[in-house]
């Protein structure tokens, strides 16, 4: 094994190279655009150089392992690490994260800082998936804030100042009960803080104080997951951003919750999360129907959108309350497949959008004829985002119900109503992707549109399209393809519960 | 011998490369596919045809030998669980696979030159192989799992197919009202897959079979949990399969364009329930509760299917309906045990029906011309009539397939309905009279949907000579409407064309207003197109007519009893069949076996006859010869009109035909309860949302700002207001010491 700091590269260059941008001359946005484009190619193919000859995947441990010191006096170091857990993560954050560089080709206004934002970005949630110290995570956490609030409030739609704001308020406040989990965890029990994310599994805390650490997580998480009813910065922020930062946040920061939740909550917080698992699938259970039905009623089909993620999240805090092993593999699915169709469906409205200049569902219709290509895709991501068998979001949500059907950790009867309560959102969720896809796509020509001559969608955004509907279909069909990865990881975290 | 069944996972996948070249080709280089048109239609057809031959290899093998075959592969890797793929070859699978091949087949030639003219000619072959695909997958499945998986996917080519003119209003919102119907059914095939895994363990099969068997006797306190598990496994079927709760999709789905209809709906697709039934029913034989759950499930269904189909108005709703009773008779026969004579009535009936559709659909097509091609007019029977002079190769096929379905004794269906009628009588007599009943209102409605197409005069035409169109419109109405939005868009064409008020028009002989607005009414095709006639289709769409014209007349031998000679290869299969799947359960092979030569299935066969000749000839009497017909209904008309009492048999006719058009007012009552309620929910929750949590948010920002700005004023740094405030305190101070 070499000693290269292949973790370190991966977290620098692009937050370093974007830097570059603004020394590139000013001679419009086509060499900005390149060059972003470049950049996020040459990092997702180190990546993928990285992974594939210096990861073995067999091996659940951490691995690529980087320790330096960075702050002597509270003993802060620069600790980095993957394990196939993360692994999935920072290989979806770097997909997703190219294709929105991509996505954002329109943006004209301001470029330079734009794609700058973007690798900013891309290098926080880099470095969060790899971080292995909890203030260092907690500094990515932060950091990825910044970026997403100027994205919004610069590129926005009407209210994104609003919907900044909103986004801003919500995060900041769930990251302080974070930093106070993350002190409180740090400066316990030791004489010297200890922040090694490998030590504190180890380390046992007396129950009130690991469920009141665990609750501060779990706001944060929530927060940004979301979870109800922490979710109302969500439809605004989708509804106003531009959509290459849409397909962002969907895609992506949303699986920071999730992960998080994994990570910290359920590797270091064992007992804690045993008792709140209940809890946590109950809440999944409600979001599911709740986030689908506010979705049902919803106008303007952005926000529609939105909700239905926040319904697909639902999925994931099922399956990581049911401590199981398929349950948390079905998460683990369920964050990656969602990654992809979220942020696809979050595009194709985007494109729709712009092109229209409608937001409200009633006021459309009869839109595929002049765009079958969108009406194509659209109509096929909307079937993946309703689990039709044969792509991701089927195998994960069928996992995730095994999952929770196999569970020892709880009663039949409540197992058979959360079961039912989770499956009526299966009926729920074609209701409102299928109503919206017939308001919007299906009727007669439209005539009082703002635009008229409507251009389908061109080679760059088929190209996208084509680029995420390929790992969904293929996770749908063989879905090894990413349970390989992480079920040796999940049997090792799951072993903690299991001897208890 | 072997080697053929290892290659049988070829069969589903065989149409798989067109589609794929067809779909990538349609997305990306759309002209380019575009110009091909018709070459790709060639490789589609010849595919499904080598997997037709496979199936068929695969089903003489069958025969001979009786294997079950079983082959699986992984599908997920997990220690605890593990999900695998695999195919089944049983007689079961090798039936509906040749099955829905050889419709298959036919469907795609007929669809050919159905469609040839349309612009999404291309997409529509696209969606018919991934169905056909997809309905080949189900079929060989071999755990609940993978039946769940194409199960879905039929339903999304359902979708597709039936949304496929989409711009059209009525069939987006019908595509969408199959799909969550479906979906419905869906959620309980899942809770059910579910339950069954979480108490067997398993999802295959035949580990399902004899866990089942070995364990629900023994077990008390699980058998209520099976028993809902059971129940909800069949609601999957229930939807699927168009029965009585969740019908309401099938009429709807007639949107789609004909083929569609013979295949998914009609032969195929819905067929799935029925299969699905069979395929499970070891496991429902232990659940007696829900065995006559679903014989009752079954009745209600054939018997509402039959009256709802009296008096509609539309071609395809009416044969829509029929299939629907239809299916009711395969899911009462699948209760009361005979799995022979549901699949039996399952194959002869997909040939009829899919005869059938065929037949309206060429119809529709040689009406489209004269009367515009929108499908309230054009597969409207109320402008038909008198088909049978301009398109006589259609009228006898369809004729055929209509004494077939009706039971009449050469023909396919009588074999089949004949079965399950004398299995229910001995079942239960409950059961056996509403069956019978229903014959014989099948014949009837059959025969109605025939005369008006087939038999009297061209209506659209005389309409335009004699100028009484209003009063066959109105006569008819009266036997195949109600008042209905028809009616309604013609009182509002008729006070605005020419003010005629609406009662007037019940007077069927007003010439002048009348003409007025009948001229109105068909002004671009009765100006341009007075003088034309419907004429017979192509021969690519007869073809597959005949073909199935020769399926109609000779399937129903393979059913039969008799040890006459009459021995197709496939007795055997179905015996062979019987005896495998089901040797203890099939509680009426030894009394089908007994009636083989006996003098009971004469009376039986007698009897169920007599009944379909009886409902055949009342439809004769009320629609047969059109001039005595109509001549009978202007004075019934007028007797009506002059008499305020009616008599008693008029006001039940009434009350039937407002039942039967308005579909057993079973929509309305699901658009009042559930599509208003789902909508008030979704307001509620929505309000709940933007109100209660978001506001709480607000709230708490507000809360803030306001408090800043509260401070902001307070340290505004004005000195004066500091003396004020200052001044203030001080002299309240002093007040209150004292």
């Known amino acids: 094994m070499s000693y290269f700091p292949w973790l370190t590269i991966l977290v620098v260059l692009p937050i370093f190279a974007g830097s570059l941008i603004f020394f590139l001359p000013h001679k419009g946005n086509k060499i900005v655009r390149w060059y972003t484009i470049a950049i996020c190619l040459l990092e997702f193919l180190l990546m993928t150089y990285a992974f594939c000859y210096h990861f073995q995947l067999e091996d659940p441990l951490i691995q690529l392992k980087e320790d330096s010191k960075w702050i002597d006096v509270f003993d802060f170091h620069w600790r980095l690490g993957i394990d196939p857990l993360s692994l999935g993560s920072i290989l979806l954050t770097g997909f997703i994260t190219t294709l929105a560089t991509l996505a954002a080709w329109p943006v004209t206004r301001n470029s330079q800082l734009f794609y700058f934002l973007m690798l900013a970005m891309y290098s926080g949630q880099i470095g969060l998936f790899s971080s292995r110290d909890l203030l260092l995570f907690f500094i990515m956490w932060e950091l990825e804030l910044i970026p997403v609030y100027l994205l919004l409030s610069m590129w926005g739609g009407k209210r994104r100042l609003y919907s900044a704001t909103k986004f801003i308020l919500y995060t900041a406040g769930g990251s302080i009960f974070f930093l106070i989990g993350v002190l409180g965890m740090g400066l316990y029990g030791s004489n010297e803080p200890g922040l090694d994310l490998e030590r504190l599994i180890n380390q046992s805390y007396p129950t009130t104080w690991e469920i009141l650490l665990y609750f501060g997580f779990l706001i944060a998480y929530a927060v940004k997951l979301p979870i109800i009813p922490l979710h109302t910065w969500l439809p605004y922020t989708h509804g106003e951003a531009h959509y290459s930062t849409c397909m962002l946040l969907a895609g992506i920061l949303l699986k920071m919750g999730a992960y998080g939740l994994i990570r910290v909550n359920m590797e270091l917080l064992p007992h804690a999360h045993y008792l709140f698992s209940p809890w946590l699938v109950i809440i999944g259970a409600v979001q599911i129907i709740y986030a689908a039905s506010t979705s049902l009623g919803q106008r303007n089909f952005k926000k529609r959108i939105a909700y239905s993620s926040v319904s697909h999240m639902g999925f994931i805090i099922i399956g990581i309350g049911s401590i199981t092993n398929i349950g948390l593999n079905g998460a683990i699915l369920q964050i990656l497949s969602h990654g992809f169709i979220g942020a696809t469906l979050f595009f194709l409205a985007g494109t729709a959008c712009d092109r229209m200049r409608l937001v409200y569902l009633e006021e459309l219709g009869g839109i595929s004829i002049p765009m079958p290509k969108i009406f194509t895709m659209f109509s096929s991501f909307s079937m993946a985002s309703l689990a039709l068998p044969g792509m991701s979001g089927f195998v994960a949500e069928l996992v995730v119900f095994f999952g929770l059907i196999t569970s020892p950790k709880f009663m039949l009867m409540p197992k058979m109503l959360i079961t039912f309560v989770m499956a009526i959102g299966m009926i729920l969720t074609p209701i409102y992707l299928l109503s919206m896809l017939r308001q919007m796509f299906y009727g007669y020509k439209l005539f009082h549109v703002p635009n008229k001559n409507f251009v389908d969608s061109g080679p760059r955004e088929l190209f996208l399209l084509i680029c995420i509907f390929l790992p969904v279909i293929g996770i749908g069909i063989y879905p090894d393809l990413v349970l390989s990865l992480s079920v040796d990881r999940v049997e090792v975290l799951l072993s903690n519960y299991y001897t208890k | 011998m072997e080697h053929t069944y290892q290659y049988a996972w070829v069969i589903p996948l065989l149409p798989l490369p067109v589609i794929m070249s067809m779909g990538f080709g349609l997305f990306l280089i759309p002209t380019a596919t575009k110009n091909l048109r018709r070459i790709w239609a060639f490789p589609s057809i010849l595919l499904l045809s080598i997997a037709m031959v496979f199936s068929l290899h695969l089903s003489i093998q069958q025969i001979n030998g009786s294997s079950i075959y079983q082959y699986l592969w992984s599908w997920t890797i997990n220690n605890d669980f593990s999900l695998e793929f695999g195919y089944l070859v049983d007689p079961l699978t090798s039936i509906m696979l040749i099955l829905i091949t050889t419709v298959g087949i036919l469907v795609l030639i007929y669809s050919d030159d159905y469609m040839s003219h ?133 009429p ?67 044969l829509a309906y029929s299939t629907m009773s239809q299916l009711g008779y395969m899911m009462l026969a699948l209760g009361i045990g005979s799995y022979q004579a549901a699949l039996f009535h399952l194959i002869t009936h997909a040939y009829s029906k899919a005869l059938l559709f065929l037949g309206s659909g060429s119809v529709i097509h040689s009406m489209e011309p004269l009367v515009g091609y929108s499908p309230d007019k054009s597969q409207n029977m109320v402008l038909m009539g008198g088909l049978r002079k301009y398109v006589p190769i259609t009228r006898t096929t369809f004729l055929c397939g209509t004494l077939s379905l009706c039971g009449i004794p050469p023909l396919a269906c009588f074999w089949s309905k004949d079965e399950i009628l004398s299995n229910s009588w001995l079942y239960s007599p409950f059961f056996g009279i509403i069956a019978s009943f229903t014959a014989g209102l099948t014949a009837f409605y059959m025969f109605r949907i025939y005369l008006l197409t087939f038999d009297g005069y061209l209506r659209v035409h005389f309409q335009n000579y004699s100028s009484t169109k209003e009063g066959s419109l109105y006569s008819i109405s009266l036997w195949g409407k109600s008042i209905s939005k028809g009616v309604n868009r013609d009182f509002v064409l008729s006070t605005m064309k020419s003010g005629v008020s609406f009662f007037s028009q019940n007077i069927p002989k007003i010439p002048a207003n009348t003409r007025n607005k009948i001229g109105s009414f068909s002004t671009p095709f009765g100006a341009k197109n007075t003088f034309v006639y419907p004429h017979e289709t192509g021969n690519t769409m007869l073809f597959p007519l005949l073909i199935l014209l020769l399926f109609t007349l000779f399937i129903g031998s393979i059913g039969i009893h008799f040890d006459n000679g009459v021995k197709d290869n496939r007795i055997l299969e179905l015996t062979i069949l019987s005896k495998w799947l089901t040797p203890s359960i099939n509680l009426f092979q030894e009394n089908s076996n007994s009636s083989i030569n006996s003098y009971e299935f004469l009376t039986n066969a007698i009897s169920s006859v007599s009944l379909a000749i009886f409902g055949l000839f009342i439809a004769y009497i009320f629609y047969g010869s059109a001039y005595s017909f109509f001549q009978n209904l202007n004075f019934q008309n007028s007797l009506v009109k002059k008499n305020p009492k009616k008599s008693f048999l008029d006001e039940v006719k009434k009350k039937i035909y407002s039942w039967s058009y308005n579909r057993g007012y079973i929509d309305f009552f699901y658009t009042r309860v559930f599509i208003l309620g789902i909508r008030k929910l979704a307001e509620l929750t929505h309000f709940f949302d933007k109100g209660v949590i978001d506001g709480i948010t607000n709230g708490v920002g507000l809360a803030g700002f306001c408090i800043g700005e509260e401070i902001k004023y307070v340290g505004g740094g004005r000195i004066s207001s500091y003396l004020f405030f200052f001044l203030c305190y001080v002299s309240l101070f002093l007040f209150f010491i004292p």
């Not at chain 2, 072959?125 to 189900?138: A, D, E, K, R, W």
């Not at chain 2, 039929?154 to 209003?169: D, K, Q």
């Not at chain 2, 789609?256 to 032969?267: D, E, K, W």
């Not at chain 2, 018997?303 to 539309?314: K, Y």
């Open chain 2, 118 to 250: 349309d612009e999404g000619y291309l997409r529509f072959f696209v969606y018919i192989s991934f169905f056909n695909t997809s309905m080949l997958g189900l079929v060989t499945s071999s755990n609940l799992i993978q039946i769940y998986f194409f199960w879905e996917l039929v339903g999304m080519c359902s979708y597709l197919l039936i949304g496929f003119w989409f711009t059209r209003p009525i069939a987006a919102s019908a595509c969408q009202k199959a799909f969550v119907t479906n979906r419905v059914g869906d959620f309980g095939l899942l809770l059910g897959i579910l339950g069954f895994f979480w108490i067997t363990g398993s999802l295959e099969f035949r580990d399902l079979f004899k866990i089942a068997n070995n364990w629900i006797p023994n077990n008390g306190i699980n058998s209520l949990l099976t028993t809902l598990c059971a129940f909800l496994l069949f609601l999957g079927a229930v939807a699927k399969s168009a029965q009585f709760p969740l019908h309401v999709w099938l």
């Open chain 2, 252 to 318: 709807d789905a007639m949107e789609g364009p004909t083929p569609i209809s013979a295949l998914i709906h009609a032969a195929t697709m819905v067929a799935a329930g029925i299969f699905l039934l069979a395929r499970l029913l070891p496991l429902f034989i232990s659940l007696p509760w829900i065995m006559s759950f679903i014989s009752l499930i079954g009745t209600i269904t054939l018997f509402l299917g039959a009256t709802l189909a009296l008096a509609q108005r539309d071609i395809k709703r009416s």
